[in-house]
């Protein structure tokens, strides 16, 4: 067409001409309250996973958004209905174009087994992205480079140098970039880091971090260790992706890779991203981090065990003006953050946030820092793509929170007493072996 035409004008013209009264969905021309379909975000996933599931949901209370793309190597498995994770129902590509298709009737969602091929698509504006973490940095940078705006589910990336390629890669391309750290939404955790910035306990003495032990059977089939064959449906090879080739068995797959450093690195990143993600706002450390740690402790899976993340920990860090925060998988508070100062104590978990004494609770004055306020981590999102505003989770943020949990698993893993870290240069210092681990080799052909 030469000229531009109306999409209003184009549906009633051309009913007319077809001797057809205009009858369609008032939202497909943005009535009741509803954005016009050229005026919506468009959204493809990237995993269709159990923590896939729960994500879209928060962006189908959206009505700005409708997805209209998946993918995901496995196309349906009931196989593992009885595990903690699949007791609600089938997960894959095909049980989520279902969903989706239930959501917007009307409107046929297209899945795909390879991600690439959902990134070709000109019409997908965002994508979401809900894979293992071993995959996140491959298919983020594809997905920046393809002009699509993101949001990845943390721990941001596998390994520190691919945080750092992942940040400077999202930078040139321009896109908005939502980590899933949605405790930055949460009021909570905002409140207890505005009450630390604006020095209402005073000096502080320590930190304390509670995160969860390692080695969960979250998919009921952790006893399944020896090799099987592929089940029909399922690429096991592009799962694997860039980690080194392992045969398939049920206790490698569907959150159990959790346990597994070819795939990720315990509740240490997992939980880690959230918890020490806090700790980084609270102290203004954002664009920095720690200078050293201490005090490693672990025990490990059995000689022979299929995980390799250990089955408790705990450890400490601290930065260059003295800060200590202690982490471990146990804490009497349970899994949360005890700031402790010369004035008393803070506690914050989700869902709660405790003061000690209770005289220390009092509001946050205009004159006194206020952070970053977001009530809704996804709206947030989708409000940053459509005004080209910073959301509250930006990826170089969530880089510097993910390196610490990745310093303290390289070294628990040397069996290191000491680490010295340069957050300047984001190097370890004098200790060749464990900045080696700063990085990953990645199975052929995949490379960043």
């Given at each position: 067409?030469?000229?531009?035409?109306?999409?209003?004008?184009?549906?009633?013209?051309?009913?007319?001409?077809?001797?057809?009264?205009?009858?369609?969905?008032?939202?497909?021309?943005?009535?009741?309250?509803?954005?016009?379909?050229?005026?919506?975000?468009?959204?493809?996933?990237?995993?269709?996973?159990?923590?896939?599931?729960?994500?879209?949901?928060?962006?189908?209370?959206?009505?700005?958004?409708?997805?209209?793309?998946?993918?995901?190597?496995?196309?349906?498995?009931?196989?593992?209905?009885?595990?903690?994770?699949?007791?609600?129902?089938?997960?894959?590509?095909?049980?989520?174009?279902?969903?989706i298709d239930a959501k917007y009737q009307g409107h046929t969602c297209s899945t795909h087994e390879d991600f690439r091929d959902l990134l070709a698509r000109p019409d997908i504006d965002a994508v979401q992205i809900a894979t293992p973490d071993h995959w996140h940095a491959l298919q983020a940078i594809a997905a920046?480079?393809?002009?699509?705006?993101?949001?990845?589910?943390?721990?941001?990336?596998?390994?520190?140098?691919?945080?750092?390629?992942?940040?400077?890669?999202?930078?040139?391309?321009?896109?908005?970039?939502?980590?899933?750290?949605?405790?930055?939404?949460?009021?909570?955790?905002?409140?207890?880091?505005?009450?630390?910035?604006?020095?209402?306990?005073?000096?502080?003495?320590?930190?304390?971090?509670?995160?969860?032990?390692?080695?969960?059977?979250?998919?009921?089939?952790?006893?399944?260790?020896?090799?099987?064959?592929?089940?029909?449906?399922?690429?096991?090879?592009?799962?694997?992706?860039?980690?080194?080739?392992?045969?398939?068995?049920?206790?490698?797959?569907?959150?159990?890779?959790?346990?597994?450093?070819?795939?990720?690195?315990?509740?240490?990143?997992?939980?880690?991203?959230?918890?020490?993600?806090?700790?980084?706002?609270?102290?203004?450390?954002?664009?920095?981090?720690?200078?050293?740690?201490?005090?490693?402790?672990?025990?490990?899976?059995?000689?022979?065990?299929?995980?390799?993340?250990?089955?408790?920990?705990?450890?400490?860090?601290?930065?260059?003006?003295?800060?200590?925060?202690?982490?471990?998988?146990?804490?009497?508070?349970?899994?949360?953050?005890?700031?402790?100062?010369?004035?008393?104590?803070?506690?914050?978990?989700?869902?709660?946030?405790?003061?000690?004494?209770?005289?220390?609770?009092?509001?946050?004055?205009?004159?006194?820092?206020?952070?970053?306020?977001?009530?809704?981590?996804?709206?947030?999102?989708?409000?940053?793509?459509?005004?080209?505003?910073?959301?509250?989770?930006?990826i170089e943020t969530a880089h510097r929170s993910i390196t610490i949990s990745h310093l303290a698993n390289i070294a628990l893993r040397l069996r290191r007493e000491?680490?010295?870290?340069?957050?300047?240069?984001?190097?370890?210092?004098?200790?060749?072996?464990?900045?080696?681990?700063?990085?990953?080799?990645?199975?052929?052909?995949?490379?960043?």
């Amino acid at each position: 067409m030469r000229h531009p035409i109306d999409r209003r004008r184009f549906l009633s013209s051309t009913a007319a001409f077809l001797g057809f009264p205009t009858i369609i969905p008032s939202s497909a021309l943005g009535l009741n309250g509803k954005p016009a379909p050229s005026n919506r975000t468009t959204l493809g996933l990237i995993g269709c996973g159990g923590r896939a599931n729960d994500v879209v949901k928060n962006f189908f209370n959206d009505d700005r958004v409708q997805v209209i793309s998946v993918c995901d190597v496995e196309t349906e498995s009931t196989r593992y209905n009885q595990g903690i994770v699949r007791k609600n129902g089938p997960l894959g590509r095909e049980p989520m174009r279902r969903m989706i298709d239930a959501k917007y009737q009307g409107h046929t969602c297209s899945t795909h087994e390879d991600f690439r091929d959902l990134l070709a698509r000109p019409d997908i504006d965002a994508v979401q992205i809900a894979t293992p973490d071993h995959w996140h940095a491959l298919q983020a940078i594809a997905a920046a480079r393809a002009g699509k705006h993101i949001y990845c589910e943390k721990p941001l990336a596998l390994t520190i140098a691919e945080g750092r390629f992942m940040s400077d890669t999202i930078r040139k391309a321009n896109v908005i970039w939502q980590t899933g750290s949605q405790q930055r939404s949460d009021i909570h955790f905002r409140m207890a880091a505005e009450f630390i910035r604006n020095g209402r306990l005073g000096k502080l003495k320590q930190i304390r971090v509670g995160l969860a032990s390692d080695n969960r059977d979250n998919n009921g089939h952790a006893s399944q260790t020896q090799p099987s064959p592929v089940p029909n449906g399922f690429n096991y090879d592009l799962w694997l992706g860039a980690a080194a080739d392992a045969p398939f068995c049920p206790a490698r797959l569907h959150s159990n890779w959790r346990w597994f450093y070819d795939y990720s690195g315990g509740n240490i990143t997992d939980f880690g991203a959230h918890h020490l993600d806090i700790v980084q706002w609270a102290l203004d450390k954002d664009s920095s981090g720690p200078v050293a740690f201490t005090d490693f402790q672990a025990t490990w899976p059995a000689p022979g065990s299929l995980y390799t993340t250990p089955l408790t920990f705990a450890f400490s860090y601290q930065y260059a003006d003295g800060t200590t925060v202690h982490v471990a998988d146990k804490m009497d508070f349970g899994s949360g953050i005890r700031f402790e100062g010369e004035k008393g104590t803070i506690t914050t978990t989700r869902g709660g946030l405790k003061w000690d004494p209770i005289e220390l609770r009092r509001p946050i004055t205009s004159d006194e820092i206020h952070l970053y306020e977001s009530k809704d981590h996804f709206r947030n999102f989708i409000d940053a793509i459509q005004n080209g505003t910073q959301p509250a989770a930006p990826i170089e943020t969530a880089h510097r929170s993910i390196t610490i949990s990745h310093l303290a698993n390289i070294a628990l893993r040397l069996r290191r007493e000491k680490l010295h870290w340069d957050p300047d240069t984001e190097t370890i210092q004098n200790d060749p072996e464990a900045q080696a681990l700063t990085a990953r080799p990645m199975r052929s052909p995949w490379q960043l």
